[in-house]
């Protein structure tokens, strides 16, 4: 792409965490039975007024101070109008004139380079029905019609496939972290709109550009844009040209197809929704609102390496997820050994949640047990073997570590009298490995050392079964 510039926006919308939908009382659908959460509103009967959903307005303008985004204390709702089977009525309330939010950006890093991405505003919406299209004909279900989105939508700042979804995972982090949405890509919680165009290197102005609609996995936006780009590329190598067009993506086939031409807004006849007053903010409310927000994931990551002096790997890995994050600090609190919590969560932790399935909401071993059994490690009471079955009996069932150390026998031997008797056995059991560790063959002395082991059933002090080897072999 080296002689073409790509330029990449993306128009997100986000299913907000709300109990009940944007404009009427019904509960968010979730995964429910087909066309129960219904009422005249949200099926667009004549004569059913709207109501504004408080909480999904406070949730959007979160996201905005989340963002850096000017807040707007005066704004207004608008009528899409539209025929299609998916809006009964005809018309999608959203806004189109006077959004929540205006401007901000979203940091991403790419290759190790940062970047900020432009955001140049987010409005408040509701969705549409559910259609799943067969062979022969289409179900819809209104069920999810009217449900809270968030619609966010970027500059086309973005160059590559890879910064587009470094912007998402990006955002879908920050939103997660502050409870604005669980963002299951599988139930549909994110859904993206993907606007792309290339131009000649050395110039400056845009070039045509089309529209991926109704995106909703990562992976596939990432192919889509790798095949979308290097199409638009080779049509203009080809010396054709570019329409301005809504295109869909086959993933089975690995290509965009032609929808249709492409909407202006003109084509949508917005007006302002008459049913519905201005919505207004106060200064005061809006500062409310900010005071609510977590610390963001980015800003976590550089603390972590700040103040428990972490690779920046690790704090990656332990800030993707908040429980997780707040897990470790949990831990580190009572430990002070930052690097082993570190290394217990990342490694056998989430293990152990991985196999069964679980999150760390379900984890039986509290962070003060963990930081318990790190003590008896470092106390060298119980070596690094001891420490995984204990591991393991914490996070079956919980308890105390040392208890679990106790009554299974697991206490390190650091008796020097009876490590001796067990480097002896070793050397009279192996002679031929202990001629190659007098002859100069280091490694040798690691076998040695995993005999005493044995012979103690892994209770012996390493450190100290090595130094007994050592001392007997060289004397």
């Known amino acids: 792409m080296s002689d073409y510039i790509p330029s990449i926006g993306l128009e997100v919308h986000v299913q907000l965490k709300t109990r009940t939908k944007m404009f009427c009382a019904c509960p968010v659908h979730g995964e429910g039975a087909p066309n129960t959460a219904v009422c005249p509103v949200c099926l667009g009967l004549p004569g059913a007024l709207p109501t504004m959903n408080r909480e999904a307005i406070r949730k959007t303008v979160k996201v905005g101070l989340m963002i850096g985004s000017r807040i707007a204390l005066r704004s207004a709702f608008d009528r899409k109008n539209y025929f299609y089977p998916d809006m009964s009525k005809n018309y999608q309330i959203t806004q189109q004139a006077a959004p929540l939010c205006l401007g901000g950006a979203v940091e991403i890093e790419v290759g190790g380079r940062k970047k900020a991405i432009r955001v140049n505003h987010i409005h408040q919406e509701e969705d549409v029905a559910k259609s799943t299209h067969m062979e022969t004909s289409t179900e819809i279900d209104f069920g999810r019609a009217g449900t809270p989105l968030m619609e966010l939508v970027t500059e086309p700042d973005m160059a590559s496939p890879d910064e587009a ?71 203009l190598r080809g010396g054709g040209q570019l329409v301005q067009e809504t295109r869909r993506w086959d993933d089975v086939a690995g290509v965009t197809l032609p929808m249709r031409s492409k909407e202006y807004a003109h084509d949508y006849r917005y007006f302002p929704e008459p049913d519905l007053p201005p919505v207004t903010l106060d200064a005061a409310t809006v500062e409310a609102w900010r005071a609510e927000l977590p610390e963001l994931p980015a800003a976590k990551r550089a603390r972590f390496v700040r103040d428990y002096s972490l690779p920046e790997y690790d704090a990656g890995v332990l800030t993707a997820d908040r429980a997780m994050a707040e897990y470790f600090e949990a831990t580190a609190k009572k430990s002070k050994n930052y690097k082993a919590v570190s290394n217990w969560v990342m490694g056998e932790l989430l293990r152990a949640l991985g196999e069964q399935g679980q999150t760390i909401a379900d984890a039986k071993i509290t962070p003060d047990a963990l930081a318990a059994l790190i003590a008896l490690v470092d106390a060298k009471t119980i070596n690094m073997p001891a420490a995984k079955e204990v591991f393991q009996v914490l996070f079956d069932r919980g308890g105390n570590p040392a208890a679990i150390v106790k009554e299974k026998g697991l206490a390190q031997v650091s008796d020097t009298g009876a490590i001796d008797g067990f480097a002896e056995q070793a050397i009279a059991a192996n002679e031929k490995v202990a001629a190659e560790f007098r002859g100069g063959k280091e490694a040798a002395l690691m076998y040695l050392v995993g005999q005493v082991m044995k012979l103690s059933k892994g209770k012996a002090n390493p450190t100290l079964a090595a130094d007994a080897l050592r001392r007997k072999l060289q004397g």
């Open 165 to 235: 979804i470094a912007f998402l995972t990006a955002l879908k982090e920050m939103l997660v972290y502050a409870g604005i949405s669980d963002c299951n890509l599988e139930l549909g919680h994110v859904r993206c709109d993907v606007n792309s165009s290339v131009r000649p290197a050395g110039t400056d102005k845009l070039g045509v550009k089309t529209e991926l609609k109704n995106m909703n996995t990562f992976k596939g936006i990432h192919r889509a844009l790798e095949y979308e780009l290097e199409r638009q590329i080779g049509v």
